[in-house]
């Protein structure tokens, strides 16, 4: 709780090797860092997700019955669909125009952003929309709020996460609900992702209960609000380096993807990923019995000088690509996203930077108040102390 994103990282360094065994929650975790460490927890089928998060963390983020709890076949079902949704369809760019239309119009108030609370409104309203879920959905900030605290306060328990707890058992029930009524109503005919869940199947060929279509629409409204963290780490590079806001003003689009993939890289987003042997495996000289909880190091494994040199450097000219990873960039995961656990959303997330950045640098003016742009890496989801405050001018209307 001390340490947060460098906890395993420190340790790793003062032993001389990737791994280390210890006790964490009353249980032994082996605790690994580095590329082939995270490629074994994705890639290995002697590993399961099923009990290797906190409880808290579990039912803030994806909760029983979401793909990222399935395995074998009926993982692979289930996640067929979200790579169809977010990978193979243009959801990118459909996302990245309502979400910068919705952005440049809180801009265009003027006043004063905070870019990661000011952010989230935009997420949840292009998210709803392309969902498909009507306007009661896309234009509720309550909802925004609640998915936005969702991932905020997953790090560590208490009073904060279980009130955020409680607000989204509230949002699953009214998904719950409305699923029930439009499937009443017949399907929605429009193409959307709300209709593919509706249709969608599970064992024996039966519909999905409303409930596990509520749990899974949410896994896809939820990571599109948290990429605000995201587009706030690159609104503090902007200000940190303004040779960087100068340059890409002229830049080719290509340098925005290049840019917001060294973000992802760089900032400290979810830290660690867990994972429970099946079987006795054999890695690395050791044998890790059956039952064995495993957390591999996602940030150390992005900030790894052995794989990036001078990893604590912004240096787009990495040219890092979610389609082909170079070996430890691993920011949303590892391993083909169509039959791992690695996340289906990293086109859309890099979608989204590139857009808040493009608009950053080619939209309308604005200047850097005076803030505390720090980063706790004890805090885990990390931020920037201030959210990162920018001022557009007189505020109009």
């Known amino acids: 709780m001390r340490e947060g994103y460098r906890f395993i990282g420190r340790r790793c360094d003062r032993a001389g090797r990737d791994g280390f065994h210890t006790r964490l929650m009353l249980r032994d975790v082996l605790c690994l860092r580095g590329a082939e460490a995270v490629d074994l927890l994705y890639e290995s089928p002697d590993f399961t997700r099923r009990g290797a998060m906190p409880g808290w963390v579990l039912r803030l983020l994806q909760d029983k019955g979401s793909v990222q709890q399935l395995e074998g076949a009926e993982h692979r079902a289930r996640k067929a669909l979200f790579t169809r949704l977010l990978i193979e369809s ?26 990661l609370r000011d952010t989230v409104a935009p997420l949840s309203r292009a998210a709803c929309d392309w969902c498909g879920l009507g306007a009661d959905f ?11 605290e ?77 990429v605000g963290r995201y587009v706030a780490f690159a609104a503090r590079l902007l200000i940190l380096r303004p040779d960087w806001r100068e340059r890409l003003r002229a830049a080719e689009e290509a340098e925005f993807d290049r840019f917001a993939e060294e973000i992802r890289r760089i900032s400290p987003f979810f830290p660690f990923v867990g994972a429970i042997s099946e079987r006795p495996v054999h890695w690395r000289g050791e044998t890790l019995d059956k039952g064995q909880w ?104």
């Open 294 to 397: 495993v957390i591999a190091d996602l940030h150390g494994t992005c900030h790894d000088a052995r794989r990036f040199p001078d990893p604590d450097a912004f240096l787009p000219g990495r040219r890092l690509d979610w389609r082909h990873p170079a070996p430890g960039f691993v920011p949303q995961g590892a391993g083909d996203p169509a039959r791992t656990h690695r996340c289906p959303g990293e086109k859309v997330t890099v979608a989204l930077i590139a857009e808040a950045t493009r608009i950053l640098t080619r939209g309308p003016a604005w200047t850097a108040p005076e803030q505390d742009l720090g980063i706790d890496l004890a805090r885990i989801p990390a931020r920037p102390a201030s959210g990162v405050e920018l001022d557009f001018g007189p505020a109009r209307g």
């Open 150 to 226: 969702m991932s905020d306060r997953a790090g560590f328990p208490g009073p904060g996460s279980w009130a955020a707890l409680a607000r989204r058992r509230r949002v699953e029930a009214r998904l719950a609900a409305a699923v029930r009524e439009w499937r009443r109503a017949g399907p929605p005919e429009a193409a959307s992702p709300l209709a593919d869940f509706c249709r969608a199947t599970g064992e024996r060929g039966r519909p999905l209960p409303p409930e596990t279509v509520a749990v899974e629409l949410l896994n896809l409204l939820r990571p599109i609000v948290a």
């Open 138 to 148: 896309a234009g509720d900030r309550a909802l925004a709020a609640a998915l936005f």
């Open 90 to 115: 243009d959801a990118d760019a459909t996302l990245a125009r309502i979400f910068g239309a919705a952005l440049l119009e809180r801009i265009g108030r003027g006043g004063r952003v905070n870019v």
